[in-house]
């Protein structure tokens, strides 16, 4: 038998990935904390039961961890408690304000774990811009949170009973049935619990289809990576496997032929890699708007950006609207499909994308095969396993500060060779 760091007997144990949903980190992070000594693993792997629980009492909470580490425990959350407050909250604010007080009460953690953002309402308003509304077409947000989506599809016009949502979180569907009664005097039961990844197969396979679907996705939702790979396949959307592309690409499932899509989602999904195959899958459609609002959500760093699609083959003389830091330009479709990794980058007017296009053609060369690629490493404690005085077993490494515009200056600091 072996002991742990805290000397005790290790038996029974957790997947690293079970281990992270638990702790509400990375898996990266909980490999830090068993190469530090933090966590045993007791198979391949396999974080032991004992010491996870030991760590998580006694250690996560009175060591200051690196912010890093994905805000380890930041706080708690009991939704049950939240559900029971509820009630109050309905019959002391009207309208979008109970939706700003729930968002408000839901701990740090369950935001990040849901991926949950409610959308600002100007933000809400500018997504349907310029549209026409016919009161007999369907609308639907396939997570509705508090429900500003579906108050102003109705406010635009879409009759109350054509209006569809659905949202894992049942306060979140209590408090929009609640606005659409206290707003429009209409009692609906078409605002439903249910995660609309799931619903959307059912949907489809009963030809039920949307005339319109507006909606801000759960961003980075922690879902198991079976479940990813399943929705996935089933949805058609490659390898782009983030929660952003899986509700894309089930929406466009249940969307109906010249209907429109709008989808209010981080700026990632527009220029990095992971999202390539949902971005030629969008390509292939006539894309309306593009939209910058920047950092619109308080609190999150990330951008805001939004994409309005309209459910029918795209040509390559498409005429793009493209609106970014106050500018607004139009682009061709086909300029973003001559893009490397068919990147989105909409805040180019079309002469900046012409340049880019015809800089690429040039015979070049790329750091690709031609240098060597080193990843940032995470101590989780570096008061415990840095150093700047010479000691055995350390070994140096470089530190942001030593890499200059003219090279590498002598690494002053020495991390443990345990890492």
Request: with cysteine.
């Given at each position: 038998m072996q002991t742990n760091i805290f000397g005790e007997i290790e038996t029974s144990g957790l997947t690293i990935e079970k281990a992270a949903k638990i702790a509400n980190v990375s898996t990266a992070t909980i490999r830090n904390w068993i190469k530090t000594g933090y966590l045993f693993q007791s198979g391949k792997g396999v974080v032991s039961q004992e010491s996870f629980k030991k760590f998580m009492s006694e250690v996560a909470g009175k060591?200051?961890?690196?912010?890093?580490?994905n805000k380890l425990l930041k706080d708690d959350h009991d939704h049950?408690?939240?559900?029971?407050?509820?009630?109050?909250?309905?019959?002391?604010?009207?309208?979008?304000?109970i939706g700003i007080e729930y968002e408000s009460?839901?701990?740090?953690?369950y935001r990040n774990k849901e991926g949950i953002y409610y959308t600002p309402s100007w933000v809400v308003k500018d997504?349907?811009?310029?549209?026409?509304?016919?009161?007999?077409?369907?609308?639907?947000?396939?997570?509705c949170g508090s429900g500003n989506f579906v108050i102003e599809?109705?406010?635009?016009?879409?009759?109350?009973?054509?209006?569809?949502?659905?949202?894992?979180d049942k306060n979140a569907v209590q408090i929009t049935r609640q606005r659409i009664k206290e707003e429009f005097g209409f009692d609906t039961d078409n605002i439903k619990v249910g995660d609309f990844l799931q619903e959307a197969h059912k949907l489809k396979t009963e030809e039920i289809t949307y005339d319109l679907i507006f909606t801000n996705p759960?961003?980075?939702?922690?879902?198991?990576?079976?479940?990813?790979?399943?929705?996935?396949?089933?949805?058609?959307?490659?390898?782009?496997?983030?929660?952003?592309?899986?509700?894309?690409?089930?929406?466009?499932?249940?969307?109906?032929?010249?209907?429109?899509?709008?989808?209010?989602?981080?700026?990632?999904?527009?220029?990095?890699?992971?999202?390539?195959?949902?971005?030629?899958?969008?390509?292939?459609?006539?894309?309306?708007?593009?939209?910058?609002?920047?950092?619109?959500?308080?609190?999150?760093?990330?951008?805001?950006?939004?994409?309005?699609?309209?459910?029918?083959?795209?040509?390559?003389?498409?005429?793009?609207?493209?609106?970014?830091e106050n500018n607004?330009?139009?682009?061709?479709?086909?300029?973003?499909?001559?893009?490397?990794?068919?990147?989105?980058?909409?805040?180019?007017?079309?002469?900046?994308?012409?340049?880019?296009?015809?800089?690429?053609?040039?015979?070049?060369?790329?750091?690709?095969?031609?240098?060597?690629?080193?990843?940032?490493?995470?101590?989780?404690?570096?008061?415990r396993f840095c150093s700047n005085e010479p000691q055995s077993d350390y070994v140096p490494i470089y530190k942001g500060s030593d890499i200059t515009k003219s090279g590498l200056k002598a690494p002053r600091t020495k991390l443990t060779k345990i890492l």
């Open positions: 060591e200051k961890l690196n912010a890093r580490a049950k408690e939240v559900s029971d407050k509820l009630s109050l909250l309905i019959e002391k604010y009207n309208g979008e304000q009460s839901l701990a740090d953690s997504m349907f811009k310029n549209m026409k509304i016919n009161p007999d077409c369907k609308f639907l947000d396939p997570c599809a109705i406010r635009q016009g879409v009759a109350p009973e054509n209006v569809y949502g659905f949202d894992v759960p961003w980075g939702k922690k879902i198991e990576k079976s479940a990813k790979e399943k929705y996935s396949a089933l949805y058609s959307c490659g390898n782009s496997l983030d929660t952003t592309s899986l509700f894309l690409a089930a929406s466009l499932s249940v969307l109906k032929v010249n209907g429109l899509l709008g989808f209010l989602i981080q700026e990632a999904f527009f220029n990095i890699t992971t999202f390539e195959d949902i971005r030629k899958r969008v390509l292939a459609k006539k894309i309306l708007r593009l939209v910058d609002y920047d950092k619109a959500f308080k609190g999150l760093v990330t951008k805001a950006q939004a994409i309005v699609v309209e459910n029918n083959a795209s040509d390559p003389n498409d005429i793009v609207e493209c609106c970014s607004v330009f139009n682009r061709t479709l086909d300029s973003f499909k001559e893009n490397p990794k068919h990147i989105f980058n909409f805040w180019t007017n079309e002469t900046e994308a012409k340049v880019i296009t015809q800089l690429y053609s040039i015979k070049h060369i790329t750091l690709k095969d031609r240098a060597n690629w080193a990843l940032g490493i995470v101590t989780g404690n570096n008061d």
